[in-house]
């Protein structure tokens, strides 16, 4: 599936903003950590140099070094600490499981400590219609105050409706993309990300989002995003032994 791409043009948030928060903590709690020597420009990472803390190992840009892994490394998956959902992840065993602070999840993973990339999914009850666009109105309503209190500035949104197929049943899949930017006290960063709800229990909705770090990189960013909304995206999904709706609990 090719998209085309959310315009540059950008604006604050006002009405909705869904990822406001995802985008503003990449930034807001990024770590410090030692790196290897890098190697002269132009070389790939030596293999022993490349960790969960540091996927771009001792390259000489190891910012894009990690996006091009995002990119040519096959899909894993990751089981929630619920051991209810499948969450898909490209160089599965190089993202670390975390929590937002004051925001729980149902599961939420970032990649490398300089947080090249964060997925993260949320499963909520819902008192409104829970087919995938009331709840994608439900979560961006949800969140939208996030996006001022964290300064979050976001481009113009591209909708998308797609599906996926689950065990031969067509399920509706929609997704929203977007480019934001973060100026703080932290950091002044740029963002690709995506926003995807799908068809779950009726009377929750199920929602994943992700987002690249694109200051450097925004074209290879971008492709790191579209790779997970035509491939990663349309993977997530509950567990075979999950019969009936779970709790709707989050850490």
Known sequence: MSVSRPT??????????????????????????????????????????????????????????????????PWGRRRDRFNTLDVPLVDWKSWRRVRIWNHPTRATYRYGDAHHALVTVLYTDTSGPSDPDSCLDEFWAKHAPLADAYGVRLGEAQLIRTTQEIDGEVRPLVLKLLDGSLESVFASDAYAGAI????????????????????????????????????????????????????????
């Open 8 to 73: 540059a043009r950008s604006f604050p948030l006002r009405a909705t903003a869904s990822a406001a928060a995802l985008l503003a903590w990449l930034t807001g709690v990024a770590a410090c950590g030692s790196s290897p020597p890098p190697r002269p420009p132009g070389l790939p990472p030596t293999p022993a140099s490349i960790t969960r803390e540091n996927p771009g190992g001792d390259a000489a840009d190891p910012e894009r070094a990690a996006l091009e892994r995002l990119l040519s490394e």
């Open 196 to 251: 995807a709800a799908y068809e779950s229990w009726p009377g929750t909705c199920l929602v994943s989002a992700m987002a690249v770090k694109s200051s450097h990189h925004p074209e290879l960013a971008r492709r790191v995003r579209d790779r997970w909304v035509d491939e990663g995206a349309p993977r997530l999904r509950w567990t075979r032994r999950i019969t009936e709706a779970p709790t709707t609990d989050a850490r």
